[in-house]
Every structure is written in C-alpha cells, then in structure tokens.
C-alpha cells in the first residue's frame, strides 16, 4: 500500500465542487532526501521498475483523503507548524510491505508517533476526517522508494539492499501538505516548525 493512499483522481461531477486528494507528512533533511532520491533512480534502472516519483521524499503522517475545500486544512496545518517544536529522527535500514511497497525505515520514535497521532486525531474530531483502519497502533512509519514492486521483483530488490547502507540522523523540522493533481503529487504547502522549548504546545 501506498503511504499516501493513492487514488489518483479528483472527483469531478457537474453537480459537486471538485475534490482535492491531500496528505500531511514530514520532509527529511537534505541529506537523506537526496539519498532517497538516488536510490529511487538507481531501483528503477536495475529493476526496470516504472515508478511513480512526483512525490518528494517524506515521512507520511497522515493517509491522504478528499475534501471540498482546502483551505481549513491549510488553516490547520499552518497553526500546527507553530504548536510543534522540531526533534530528532532517525532513518535506518530497509524493508518491504507484501503489496508491493519498498521503503526505507523509520526508527522507533515517541515523538514522531505521537504527532502522527495527534494530527490524525485533530482532523477526525476538528474536521471529520476518520481515519483509516491501518491509522492504529500497527502503522508503521516510514519512507516509500518504490510501490507497485511486481511480487518476482521484490524479494531481489529486499536482497539488493540488504547490502547498501543506509543510516540518517537529523532534527525534524520541516511538514508538508501534499496534494494530488491527477498527474502526479506537488507540495501544495511547506513549513517549518516554529515552536521553541518552552512554549505553550497549544
């Protein structure tokens, strides 16, 4: 499964507003994003895999979904960018989701979870977004590099990177408000959190 749910279309009718398909995540540094980014190149030449790469690498918080009306998720984003103060992370090793999905690991982290937590429960109570089912306690934080892996493709990709490094430490500062076009993923918004020790959380 995608991290960002892909459904790849917007709801156009003439009788409804069109819907836009957005999704909350978290940018990595520049190092470890050009690293992603590398990688992706290289998987998709050696494996001959045509991958879907719109997306700028990310950690995603929460699964995408439509809405009417972008703007009180702007709203909400641009006021969590301030009530959240930045802390390390850290990227280590690689893994796989039986669907398809490639990705480099998040490590276990309280405080990544517990933001992706929060913000998955602000938009079901503010905004009345429910979260999906894989939203729980399983879900799993990490950083796509492929999806869609046909299953004769994946277990040589998994033994192809069991043996390239990968190790990235770095302070989370930067959130992303992700929107689907119908042609691919653009960042519709950008932040970096503000919020310094010492301040109110909310």
């Known amino acids: 499964m ?10 156009v009718s003439p009788d409804a507003k069109p819907r836009s398909e957005i999704a909350f995540v978290a940018f990595l540094s520049d190092e470890a994003h050009n690293y992603a980014r590398a990688l992706q190149l290289s998987l998709a030449r050696e494996f001959g895999l045509d991958l ?37 992370i850290r990227l280590r090793g690689f893994d796989a989701f039986p669907e398809g999905v490639v ?39 990490h950083v796509t590099l492929a999806s869609g892996v046909p299953r004769r493709k994946l277990d040589r990709i998994r033994e192809h990177l069991a043996a390239t490094p990968a190790d990235f ?11 689907y076009t119908g042609g691919g993923w653009i960042t519709y918004r950008r932040g970096m959190l503000s919020r310094t020790p010492g301040e109110s959380g909310r």
């Open 2 to 11: 995608s991290p960002i749910r892909r459904v790849r279309r917007l709801l």
């Open 52 to 88: 879907e790469l719109s997306a700028t690498p990310h950690v995603t918080l929460k699964l995408s979904f439509q809405t009417p009306d972008l703007e009180p998720f702007v709203s909400y984003f641009d006021r969590l960018l301030t009530e959240v103060e930045p802390f390390q």
């Open 103 to 141: 990705f480099m690991d998040v490590e276990s982290n309280a405080r990544l979870d517990a933001l992706r937590r929060r913000v998955v429960a602000d938009l079901a109570e503010r905004h009345g977004v429910p979260p999906f089912p894989v939203e729980g306690n399983a879900f799993r934080l």
């Open 169 to 179: 430490r770095f302070e989370l500062r930067a959130l992303g408000l992700l929107c």
